[in-house]
C-alpha cells in the first residue's frame, strides 16, 4: 500500500545546530516533492520544492534532498533558531494528486 | 497582495446539520483545493477544482462537495454533519493546479475551525 512517513512525530535539538528532518514514501513514483512549515492553529507554508531529476536544493539557511532510488527526502536547517521551532510537513505530486506526511514537530531549545 | 481568505474562521455546529465554507484564492490563481486537517489523520486532499471544474477528488464520502465561481472562489458544503468531521479544514490557491506537470507552489489559507457537537 502507498505509504509517506516522516522520522519522527517529534524532534528536539539545541540552538545552533543542524535539524534533519526525513521523508519516506512508499509505493509512490512522486515527480516532485514539497516541504511545508506549519505553525499551531495557522495554514501551512511552502519552503522548498524539488523535482524528481534534482538532486538537492538550497534556500538560505535551508537544503532538501531527492533520492529516487532510496524513495526519501531529507531536510535540513542549518544554524537552527527557537524560531524554526513548527511542525513541518513533506508532500509528493504524482499524477494529478498531491499527498502530505504526517508531519515532524521541530523543537529548538535555547 | 492579499493571501488566500477563508470565512468563517470557526464555527460549531450540531450532528446532522450543514456546513458551507467559503474560500477566497489569491487573485489570478485558478485553482483551489480544500483539505481537512486532524490530529489523528493529518492533511487530507479533500478535492480541487480549476477554471469551475473539479479536476481531482480525495478518498471523502459524497457528503463532502463544493464548486469553484467563475472568480475563482470557492465553497465547500458537508452535509448530514458527523462528529468526526470536526477539523480544520483548510483551502489553498495556486496558479495551476498540483498536477505533476505543474509542481506549483500552493498557498493555504487561514482555515476553518469546524466543531461538530
Known amino acids: 500500500s502507498q505509504k509517506i512517513e516522516q522520522n519522527s512525530e517529534a524532534l528536539n535539538i539545541q540552538e545552533g545546530k543542524t535539524a534533519t528532518l526525513t521523508c519516506n514514501y512508499t509505493n509512490y513514483s512522486p515527480a516532485y516533492l514539497q516541504w511545508y512549515r506549519q505553525d499551531p492553529g495557522r495554514g501551512p507554508v511552502f519552503l522548498l520544492l524539488i523535482r524528481e531529476n534534482e538532486k538537492e536544493k538550497r534556500k538560505e539557511r535551508l537544503k532538501v534532498t531527492f533520492d529516487t532510488t532510496l524513495k526519501q527526502s531529507l531536510f535540513h536547517i542549518t544554524a537552527s533558531q527557537p524560531a524554526d521551532s513548527a511542525t513541518y510537513l513533506c508532500?509528493?505530486?504524482?499524477?494529478?494528486?498531491?499527498?502530505f506526511g504526517p508531519g515532524t514537530r521541530l523543537s529548538v531549545l535555547p | 497582495k492579499a493571501g488566500v481568505t477563508q470565512t468563517p474562521r470557526y464555527l460549531i455546529k450540531t450532528r446532522g446539520q450543514q456546513v458551507t465554507l467559503s474560500c477566497s484564492p489569491i487573485s489570478g490563481h485558478r485553482s483551489v483545493s480544500w483539505y481537512q486537517q486532524t490530529p489523528g489523520q493529518g492533511l487530507q486532499f479533500l478535492f480541487e477544482y480549476f477554471s469551475e471544474t473539479q479536476r481531482n477528488k480525495g478518498n471523502f464520502p459524497g457528503r463532502f462537495s463544493g464548486r469553484q465561481f467563475s472568480n475563482s472562489r470557492s465553497e465547500m458544503n458537508v452535509s448530514t454533519l458527523e462528529l468526526g468531521d470536526s477539523a480544520l479544514y483548510l483551502c489553498a490557491s495556486s496558479l495551476g493546479g498540483t498536477g505533476t506537470l505543474s509542481g506549483n507552489t500552493i498557498y493555504f489559507g487561514e482555515g476553518s475551525w469546524l466543531t461538530v457537537v
Open positions: 508532500a509528493l505530486g504524482y499524477g494529478q494528486n498531491f499527498v
